[in-house]
């Protein structure tokens, strides 16, 4: 190991639709994690590293924190929660609201105790005019000791590069935990369901995407061919929602799977037919058995 190579872990946390997924897509240079509209997309953490010369970075995307009405709402409170003190920095990121509302004093309630260093970001700054910064920096500069405010945009990419000056002044020599190449620890199979995922969030109405999960039943290369074929299944809680999610003579259906294999051809490097199911699975997100099933285990945040 070079002295003067830095690493560490750095969390990103903060309310649902902060833009935390664009914010890691933006830092690392590609899309890894979904992003959509729609409040809690992010189910799971997400683990991404940047390898530059000064060093590696290991961003965790989390859930947004959020009151959760369901076993899968406290699943992904639980998998942001359970990051706080196993990171070397914490960055929580806000909307460039003036004043603080009830879901970022829960925040602040849950950092109280918390020893690692915590940056505030205030994200979205391109949606505002610069002089009401100021005043949402004085307003966050009195709740909590920050290590540094850094407002910027996810979105654009606008100051991130101040941001990834502080990570590393805050990261101390270390070595290198992955390859130099490595973008993600996050299996294919995972990253393919997620995409099918925000393909249906893009598309589907407002209280369908919530209820909704996606399997990976099968994938296989086709033997003498360039091709992937890609079993998926679609989850869903209600019959109605099924028949929206098909939508009319499968309609639906084909159009979610249309977006997805374009994103999902670009992720393998290889044509793929993509064969998409859709069942249903009665109020799944309060049930530990099919959390466990589709990937929510509460002991997998434990390590």
């Not at 505030?120 to 405010?149: G, Q, R, S």
């Not at 037919?273 to 959390?291: A, G, H, M, P, T």
């Amino acid at each position: 190991m070079d002295k003067g190579f830095k690493s560490g872990f750095v969390t990103l946390i903060g309310r649902p639709n902060v833009g935390k997924s664009t914010l890691m897509n933006q830092l690392i240079g590609q899309k890894i994690a979904i992003v959509s509209d729609k409040p809690q997309t992010t189910r799971n953490r997400i683990q991404t590293i940047i390898t530059t010369e000064k060093g590696q970075i290991i961003f965790i995307d989390t859930p947004g924190i959020h009151k959760p009405k369901h076993k899968l709402g406290d699943y992904m409170n639980q998998a942001a929660y359970t990051t706080f003190n196993t990171v070397d920095l914490i960055l929580w990121l806000i909307e460039p609201s003036k004043t603080i509302g009830k879901g970022d004093h829960y925040i602040l309630e849950q950092l109280s105790d918390i020893k690692t260093p915590v940056v505030l970001i205030i994200n979205k700054i391109d949606t505002i005019v610069k002089e009401e910064i100021l005043e949402i920096i004085n307003n966050y500069k009195e709740t909590y000791n920050f290590k540094a405010i850094i407002p910027l945009s996810a979105k654009t990419g606008e100051n991130t590069e101040s941001l990834l000056d502080v990570i590393y002044e805050s990261m101390e020599d270390g070595p290198q935990f992955f390859p130099s190449d490595m973008l993600t620890d996050q299996p294919e199979r995972q990253l393919i369901s997620e995409l099918i995922r925000e393909k249906a969030l893009h598309l589907l109405q407002q209280e369908i995407p919530h209820g909704i999960a996606v399997v990976i039943d099968q994938m296989k290369k086709r033997k003498g061919q360039p091709v992937v074929d890609i079993d998926a299944t679609i989850i869903c809680e209600k019959d109605s929602h099924k028949g929206i999610i098909i939508g009319k003579q499968g309609a639906m259906l084909k159009k979610i799977g249309t977006l997805a294999r374009k994103e999902i051809e670009s992720l393998l490097g290889s044509r793929i037919y993509l064969n998409l199911w859709v069942k249903i699975k009665k109020n799944w997100r309060d049930s530990e058995f099919q959390l466990k099933n589709y990937g929510f285990d509460k002991k997998g945040l434990e390590s």
